[in-house]
């Protein structure tokens, strides 16, 4: 069962890896203790996951009904919105500003008279050389997006243009504060550094230090490494309470060395996560046998500072009893040597297998 678990999921390529991946041929004697009908069970048992393998939650939020609550966090709201969404409003914010100054600057002229007295050199107009809406709207432009070409200008025989330059100076800093911070946010957004975190596509359960074992391995292929990275994870399972209340996909913590503090990682090569199964394991009672028939899935979360960003991944990964990873060879310590050495982030080694469950290994 084990083997064939390798052969079916492992063999799937990491999606955030560039590297191609392959993976080591299985003995003859592995492959023929396989139970024949298990490629049909995992054919026919497919499970929507709870986030996917790039790390997006698979959640929809339908018939929310409160729609202003979104509107009460303007900014956040942009800045998750999609980019072509982003950038329309974008540039629909700075043009209606500035077609909405522009009206007020020709309604000024218009209502003083400077348009009756275009060209007259006796009359002091509100806006010098200002002769319609495109010449208001153009001085609109310059005023808020502080150009000063010097060709048109505001006088001081107009009070009500001095009050309405200072208002649209005001206006339009406010405006470039919250639109050019909305962009930044979203171009910083560390989705793509995310790429480049590299997780092994199973989990694997195997004996370690005598002591049974859930692992996988995590690494990161650029020479900008990740600050203050921390890892965790959580098994998302449906239950039911002793009361007999069903909780749906319920979330119970899987502990990578909390305690330990084995869960801050240090990640300039690759790192095998390992959580124990003891008594306070969610797998204790769990063997291989009744792996595949659980409908469970596990999220690993990593975190960690990218320079100026906080980064925030999160992948769901394929779990069964299987042989442990195979190590890295020692001399890799160069990081070209460790992009090849990262080829077997996925590859195991063949060690005698304990199918029981932790709780009955004691």
């Known amino acids: 069962m084990a083997a064939n678990v390798l052969e079916e999921d492992s063999m799937e390529q990491d999606i955030e890896s560039p590297v191609t991946i392959h993976q080591p041929k299985l003995p003859k004697q592995a492959r023929e203790d396989l139970p024949k009908n298990l490629n049909k069970e995992c054919a026919k048992r497919k499970i929507q996951r709870y986030v996917r393998k790039d790390g997006k939650c698979n959640v929809h939020h339908g018939n929310v009904r409160e729609t202003y609550r979104y509107l009460t966090d303007i900014f956040t709201t942009l800045v998750d919105l999609k980019w072509r969404f982003n950038l329309l409003i974008f540039v629909m914010v700075y043009t209606v500003t500035w077609l909405f100054f522009g009206m007020i600057w020709w309604l000024i002229a218009y209502m003083r008279g400077d348009m009756d007295h275009i060209g007259d050199s006796t009359w002091t107009p509100c806006v010098s050389n200002l002769n319609g809406f495109v010449s208001a709207f153009l001085f609109s432009i310059e005023t808020e ?37 909305c962009m930044f946010v979203k171009i910083s ?29 995590v690494g990161d292929l650029r020479n900008s490494h990740i600050v203050e990275a921390s890892i965790r994870a959580k098994l998302i399972k449906s239950k039911q309470t ?75 990964i394929e779990t069964g009893f299987q042989h442990p990873f195979t190590p890295y060879g020692r001399a890799a310590m160069q990081h070209a040597d460790l992009l090849n050495e990262k080829s077997k982030t996925n590859t195991t080694v063949s060690i005698p297998q304990h199918l029981k469950s932790a709780i009955q290994n004691t």
Request: with cysteine; net charge negative.
């Open 145 to 181: 997006t502080t150009i000063g070409y010097g060709y048109r200008v505001i006088t001081d025989k107009c009070p009500e243009g001095i009050v309405l330059l200072l208002i649209q100076s005001v206006l339009g800093s406010i405006v470039n504060a919250f639109m050019v911070g």
């Open 189 to 217: 957004q560390p989705k793509k550094r995310a790429e480049t975190l590299v997780f092994s596509t199973n989990a694997v359960i195997s004996m370690r230090d005598g002591k049974l074992c859930l692992m996988f391995r």
């Open 242 to 316: 002793k009361e007999g209340e069903f909780i749906p996909l319920n979330q119970t913590d899987i502990n990578v060395g909390y305690y330990t503090g084995d869960d801050r990682l240090f990640l300039v090569s690759p790192l095998i996560i390992s959580h124990e199964i003891n008594q306070q394991s969610p797998f204790w009672e769990i063997s291989k046998a009744q792996l595949p028939k659980e409908e469970l899935e596990i999220v690993v979360i990593l975190e960690g500072m990218v320079e100026a960003t906080v980064s925030e991944y999160s992948c769901g």
